[in-house]
């Protein structure tokens, strides 16, 4: 008789640890329950599917329909390579895209709590956004930018809601990468960065207060050291393998300074040093030639297939 006990109690222990695992992954420990990514771009997609995977939904929403059905395929196709290396599950697959639906018109991001817009890092692009979301969100709605160097407190004059604009830096690949800064603007609230960092928090990410500053911390340091490996390359000290080679041996890196630049986009590195050089005036964040010339080139990395390096079609060196 006790043995049937202690099997129906540990039973009972069992159910209630699944009904746990459940609950975390239907979103209940998240302040959030529905979000709208604006931009279906390669953050975009990370981010929507790092949202999805910890059960809420997400709605996406890019400039044209077009756009936002090749951002979902690229979603699925990136997924899928995933699954091939036994990282995922189809059933994982099937979940995350059952929870991001698809965006049909602006007025929808009305129903939604937290907007976060990760479109083309251009201010003027960026506050025009804003600014229509603004007419369509109810006033506690917060608004999150994921830019990686603008200013905050400029693009929270684009609205009537100042202390509810706040910046969320995700960084590449958004599903791996534990890390995102929580960029306070100079009229942040206390309230909208306890709510954020909450959320930060409840899709596992590790968040890192951050105020106001060009390009942030992570931005920052890394555009240097991604400089400065263009200049090696251009000066004929070493090949591209070379350097990352010795990045990677020397200092554990876990990619090269010149691969990671072509996982960014050429094009996204050199608006960031843009950004800095015309921000802080220093000539450490001076663009290399040679990303100048790729970039004129078409050759953005890993998206267009020429970098640094060259891809396949997997996208992969």
Request: hydrophobic letters at 40%; a neutral charge.
């Amino acid at each position: 008789m006790a043995n049937k006990e202690n099997k129906i109690e540990n039973t009972k222990k069992k159910l209630k640890k699944f009904e746990l695992i459940d609950a975390a992954h239907a979103g209940e420990a998240s302040p959030v329950g529905k979000i709208a990514v604006f931009g279906a771009g390669l953050m975009g997609q990370g981010i929507s599917q790092t949202i999805s995977q910890h059960g809420i939904i997400v709605k996406l929403f890019d400039r044209n329909q077009r756009l936002l059905e090749n951002g979902l395929k690229a979603l699925g196709d990136s997924m899928d390579h995933e699954i091939e290396r036994w990282r995922m599950t189809a059933a994982d697959k099937r979940a995350i895209l059952a929870r991001i639906e698809q965006g049909k018109s602006i007025e929808e991001v009305g129903e939604c709590e937290l907007v976060i817009e990760s479109i083309v890092e251009d201010m003027e692009e960026k506050k025009n956004l804003l600014k229509e979301l603004d007419y369509y969100t109810p006033r506690d709605t917060v608004f999150v930018s994921n830019t990686s160097s603008l200013s905050l407190t400029e693009l929270a004059k684009a609205t009537r809601r100042e202390d509810k604009v706040i910046g969320m830096h995700f960084l590449l690949p958004v599903p791996k990468i534990p890390l995102v800064e929580i960029v306070r603007g100079l009229k942040t609230s206390d309230e909208t960065f306890q709510y954020v960092k909450k959320f930060a928090e409840s899709i596992d990410k590790t968040p890192v207060e951050v105020f106001e500053y060009p390009g942030f911390v992570s931005t920052r340091l890394i555009v240097t050291l991604l400089n400065e490996a263009m200049h090696i390359y251009m000066e004929g000290v070493a090949s591209v393998e070379g350097i990352d080679q010795a990045m990677k041996l020397g200092f554990n890196f876990p990619v090269g300074p010149l691969h990671l630049a072509d996982q960014m986009g050429l094009d996204e590195v050199l608006k960031w040093m843009e950004i800095l050089f015309r921000e802080l005036g220093d000539l450490k964040y001076r663009p290399c030639p040679i990303l100048r010339k790729l970039v004129r080139m078409g050759h953005l990395g890993v998206k267009t297939g020429q970098g640094f390096y060259k891809y396949d079609n997997d996208n992969h060196r």
